[in-house]
């Protein structure tokens, strides 16, 4: 065991897309676990867009300023414990951050369920994102089979896990990426019926080949022209989940979104969705969906990044459409 | 009875805010009702917003092209029949357009309800505009007892009774409109809470003081900047209603809407209204509103023009919102 916590920091609030030298590595004295709390050794982290909202103050969750550490959820083992749900070697998941070692109340933890294999599945599909695609499936986007379902970052960890779970609901899905490798897997191995690279076709055009009767579900995690293009692309009744706004995250303007005349025209019903508000159906969630993962049913890919040092690239990467499935770093 | 059809007919498409001069009077042949058809002289015109996105060719219900008669609903009688359902005298309603006389198949008529009266309020309070406030506030709107709902041009046909509908079933209303006098009309008259006059005060600001919690039910009348004011305005759960597109109806250019994060910022849910959907909700709709109306608990006020020669500058007035209630043309 080390003496010293390895943490990245925020350094600069960059104005549009971030790069490495927006962060600091530190080394910080280890953090000691008070009455009630748990010292957790950070196993993996998951880097997701969100952050890039958090970074320039205006997400949800709140602002992270320079200097500060950066937050990120983790899959951590629990090192040292005064509170008695908790020993040491349990695994568990919570808001450990861009840091080696944390400390939490055990209020802040929640046990890493055994079923999960890999662990890493935890931040991912299995995880935040998984429960993400699930909570709009489930209770947003009022699916109805042979609905024709469009995705955007299709291949990330929300957007595939959207596409896999309508489609064992009995939608037809197309996806929308950003690499011809990200496409072919969406086809060839998650099982989406079309995916439209949005840097190479025209996705309006693209839209209308494989949609040819129009939108009945659109989920967007981009927000951008790509919402823009979708919105006038919407069948009669279409519902539409707003989750992600991957377009904007980079900048400091704020764009204007789709003229209103798209939902009114397909007299479309537009959600927006944020987990926070499902973590109830956290378990509902898991029991659906495990089993899925290990019929097979569900494909998965993860960009995994080694050494908590070389996190700032990895989102960075991230955060410019070069990662392929769900970002995670392990220590 | 004359021997010519007095008819008003559209004569160039303006690409702006149109002008008199856009539309031409003709004296025409008298129509003749054939087989099956009867021959109706009107009574009433309503003029509504939505003409004007038919002479852009870009509304739902389809173009209208220079040298064509301008469409419209009238509340008209039946001067002679070839149909069993229909005798001379009887008070009809149907697309009888801008001209004294017109020829319809019995499947196009239906008879106006003999409870109202005035007669031209079924063409406003209790016609399509009256179908349009109700069915947004009984199918869509999800309103509960409390919520503050606010509408935007509030003093118009729509939004007149929107306001009012709530404010029966339990809400409290803001209007939005655009002159201090039809302000005071809503708050003295119809019962709402607060009335903003966009044009002379902050919009963002005004909607701050009058829903300090936010707002909780927003029903559009009208897109463009007081759309985007609103939606940043939005209650957790909001629910919004899009109706009216009254600030684009007057460019060729496609204005953007309001950013995607408003939405999800809100978790709100946005759907868009055309009346067209709720038309076999008409008796339900009458059978509620006409006993308020008649008990005094709705307020109406009428902008009436006398001779369809005015209709152009009546519509003008209407397009530009100098108009105050509904807009009607008495022949």
Sequence with gaps: MTDKNTQIRLKNRPDSTPSAADFELFHDDMPVAGEGQILCRSLYLSLDPYMRGQISGRHISGAIHPGSVMRGETVSEVVTSNHPDYRPGDLVMHQGGWQSFSVAPAAELSPVDKRITPLSLAL??????????????????????GDRLVVSAASGAVGSMVGQIARQMGCEVVGIAGADEKCRWLVEEAGFVACINYKTQDLAEGLKE?????????????????????????????????CGLMAQ???????????????????????????????????????????????????????????????????????????????????
Excluded at 137 to 144: G, H, I, S, V
Excluded at 224 to 235: C, F, I, R, V
């Design 124 to 145: 991912g599909i299995l995880g935040m994102p998984g429960l993400t695609a699930y909570a709009g499936m489930t209770y947003l986007a009022d699916l109805k089979e």
């Design 210 to 242: 494989t949609c040819p009767n129009g939108i009945d579900v659109y989920f967007d995690n981009v927000g951008g022209d790509t919402l823009e293009a979708a919105m006038w692309q919407l069948a009669l009744g279409a519902r539409v989940v707003l």
């Design 249 to 331: 995250y980079n900048t400091d303007v704020i764009p204007p979104g789709p003229n209103p005349a798209t939902i009114i025209k397909a007299r479309a019903t537009v959600r927006g969705l944020v987990v926070y508000d499902f973590f109830d159906k956290k378990q509902e969630f898991l029991d659906k969906i495990i089993p899925w993962v290990e019929g097979g049913k569900i494909k998965y890919r993860e960009d995994v990044t080694d050494g908590l040092e070389n996190a700032p690239a990895a989102f960075v990467r991230l955060m410019t459409g070069k990662n392929f499935g769900k970002t995670i770093i392990k220590f």
